[in-house]
Structure formats: C-alpha cells, structure tokens
C-alpha cells in the first residue's frame, strides 16, 4: 500500500512540477560528469564494533535536470545540496529557495555473512527504493532538507525518512570546506530487517529474540573538502560520527552506539 501511494504521489506530482518549470528548462546544456575512487573505513554495518576498509568507484552525471549517480557521487558535481540522492533522479520544481525531487535506486540489502554478528539471521533481499525529497536553501550555502525512502518490492526494506542540514562553511578557487547533520527513523518493518532478532532463529544465533518497532534511527554529523589539482582533477574526503537511537540503539545486535567513518578519494571532473 505504501510503495503504491509513493508511485501515485510521483505520478500526480511530476506533470504538475513540469508544467511549472517548462519554461525554466535547460536547453542544450552539455553534459557534466565526474569519475573517481574513494577509500572509506566504516563500521561493517550500524552499530558494529569492527571496522572494514573499501575501495570503490564513484560516478555522476547530469544532463539538464536529469541525473544518474552513485552513492557519494552526486556531491562531487556540486548538486548535494539539493536533496539529489545516487541513482538516477530528477528535480520536479525549481522555484525561489524550494527544491523538490524524486530518485529511483537500488538498495543492496544486507546478507547475513557480511560479519560474524549478523551471521545466521535472515537476509534482507536487494530492492529498488523510491526517494522523494524537498529542500529549503536558508542561504546560498545552508539549506534544510528532507526526505523519505520507500522499497517499491515488498522485500522488507520497509520506509525511512530524514532530515538534514547542510552548510558550505569555506569556500574559495582552490579549497572546499562542507559540513553537515542531521537525524533519521524508519517504520518497523525496517526496523526489524536491520536490528531485529526472529524468535524462529534466536537460539542457533545466540542472541535473545527482538523486535523492534518504528522510531528514530540515528542522528549524524560530518565534515567534508574538495580540493582541486587543475582543470580537471581534485581530491575529496571527509569524517563523520554516527550515534543509533531508539530501537536500533536497543538492539541485541548493536555492539556500539556510536560510529565513525573517513574516506578519502581522487576523481576526475569535465567541466
């Protein structure tokens, strides 16, 4: 019922938004791209106590009010700000300091052998999410926004939302200093995807049986930097602190409360 009233929102949504923006429509605006690799260490999942590091690619275009990214990539073109998520997205209004958008994406779940505390537990199937989002510039460089994520599959990903806000705090040719924070929850059928514990397999995973409902997520903060090389070139990176709230804090399968993550990474940018 929920991913359907997302599809319908989207569908009454769209012509309305693109009627009121025809006028403002890019025209023969050349395409903008960014490729790069990043090195990020992170919790294995929310609330573990051990630490991975991964390598992976990043990348984002963008052609007129289109765009197509992956996680972390839609920043590097300078869109963050808007609300603009990975996958492929589209802001429906551009008006004054309102933004809104929508995006499609896929989520890559959780398998229960990614680490040894999760192991034993069902695995959350990979999706595809729709995300609609409406941001609020404060000023040209500090903006409010919001956003909700629904599985459009049924495969237990279940809803989350958030707000957040972000702030330019430094900027100049050669350096780029961002911030960010902000708070997120889910309803309980994600709650139980993520954090819960079956009463089916508490026993053989060692873990008492738990099953949360629908609250607050986790609360995060984080900084961030670009720093160009030339025309084309720049390096990236950025820290953050997480800390798990409510259910997902409760948890018999939260080890630790509070997280951190760092990443660092070199891209190449056309324009």
Do not use: C
């Amino acid at each position: 019922m929920k991913a359907a009233l997302v599809l319908i929102a989207g569908a009454v949504l769209s012509p309305w938004a693109l009627a009121q923006e025809r006028e403002q429509e890019p025209e023969d605006q050349p395409a903008r791209y960014v490729l790069g690799v990043s090195m990020a260490v992170k919790p294995e999942y929310d609330g573990a106590r051990t630490y991975e590091t991964r390598f992976r690619p990043l990348w984002a275009m963008q052609l007129g009010r289109w765009r197509l990214s992956t996680s972390g990539g839609s920043a590097l073109l300078g869109f963050g700000r808007e609300g603009a998520g990975p996958g492929a997205s589209r802001q429906l209004l551009e008006r004054g300091p309102w933004r809104l958008g929508v995006a499609l994406r896929f989520d890559n779940g959780r398998s229960s052998g990614d680490a040894s505390t999760t192991r034993g537990l069902p695995d959350v199937r990979r999706t595809l999410r729709a995300r609609f989002s409406a941001s609020y510039s404060l000023s040209p460089d500090l903006s409010l926004t919001g956003a909700v994520s629904q599985d459009l599959l049924g495969r237990r990903g279940g809803l989350t939302g958030g707000l957040d806000l972000g702030w330019r705090f430094y900027r100049s040719p050669t350096l780029e200093w961002s911030a960010g924070a902000g708070i997120s929850g889910a309803n309980a059928l994600n709650m139980r995807s993520y954090f819960g514990v079956p009463a089916s397999v508490a026993d053989s995973v060692g873990k008492p049986a738990y099953e949360p409902g629908a609250g607050l997520r986790e609360m995060h903060a984080g900084v961030g930097f670009t720093r160009p090389l030339g025309k084309h070139w720049f390096v990236f990176g950025s820290a953050g602190v997480t800390r798990l709230l409510g259910p997902a804090a409760d948890s018999p399968l939260t080890e630790r409360r509070d997280g951190a993550s760092a990443a660092l990474g070199l891209a190449w940018r056309n324009l």
